[in-house]
T-cell receptor
Framework: GESVGLHLPTLSVQEGDNSIINCAYS??????FIWYKQESGKGPQFIID?????DKRQGQRVTVLLNKTVKHLSLQIAATQPGDSAVYFC??????????FGGGTRLMVKP | DGGITQSPKYLFRKEGQNVTLSCEQN?????MYWYRQDPGQGLRLIYY???????QKGDIAEGYSVSREKKESFPLTVTSAQKNPTAFYLC????????????????FGPGTRLTVL
């Protein structure tokens, strides 16, 4: 597979458990945030987004929480499945309207 | 099916050669982007284009060149001036240009892995 994420922090969870992936962002002026999922050898896929005027948004099995006070973003995955194994990274949109991406976290799901 | 395609999936280059990576989208998106991804690092922006016949340098443009002659195509040339070109290259597109409130999401292609021999 691709060598993306060789030195990434790794989260290992049991199948069926909930996963929480964290991201610290840098720009307090960022107004929009996205979580992406990237499987080995593939391009990133959009999971969920949130605007800075919200602190929580829910999708199907996923929830994003935004804490602007400490500039922290988290992605919660309910009932984690083997197909959720991938690298997850956040992106923030700052003053220049460009996205800045985090380094990513590797999620490994144990059967 | 609408989407973004990148070719080739794997590309090998000898030192001193220029190579061109293809990116095509049939989503009718205005903006297109090229990113470089290295192990353990986030995506870094190389070049972006908000409209046909216009493009801007990103954070790491040195050693790269692009063109945007057609809305659906945004090829990236990795020149011999790029000292460390081995990486995974990702192309993305977005409906609106920067500053547009319409659809902030970027859609990514499958990537091209470039290796310098």
């Amino acid at each position: 597979g691709e060598s993306v994420g060789l030195h990434l922090p790794t989260l290992s969870v049991q199948e069926g458990d909930n996963s929480i992936i964290n991201c610290a962002y840098s720009n307090s002026a960022s107004d929009y945030f996205i979580w992406y999922k990237q499987e080995s050898g593939k391009g990133p896929q959009f999971i969920i987004d949130i605007r800075s005027n919200m602190d929580k948004r829910q999708g199907q099995r996923v929830t994003v929480l935004l804490n602007k006070t400490v500039k922290h973003l988290s992605l919660q995955i309910a009932a984690t499945q083997p197909g959720d194994s991938a690298v997850y990274f956040c992106a923030e949109r700052g003053a220049g309207n460009m996205l800045t991406f985090g380094g990513g976290t590797r999620l490994m799901v144990k059967p | 099916d609408g989407g973004i395609t990148q070719s080739p999936k794997y590309l090998f280059r000898k030192e001193g050669q220029n190579v061109t990576l293809s990116c095509e989208q049939n989503l009718n998106h205005d903006a297109m982007y090229w990113y470089r991804q290295d192990p353990g690092q986030g995506l870094r922006l190389i070049y972006y284009s908000q409209i046909v016949n216009d493009f801007q340098k990103g954070d790491i443009a040195e050693g790269y060149s692009v063109s945007r002659e057609k809305k659906e195509s945004f090829p990236l040339t990795v020149t011999s001036a790029q000292k460390n070109p081995t990486a995974f290259y990702l192309c993305a597109s977005k409906r609106g240009g920067e500053g547009s409130a319409v659809n902030r999401e970027q859609f990514f292609g499958p990537g091209t892995r470039l290796t310098v021999l």
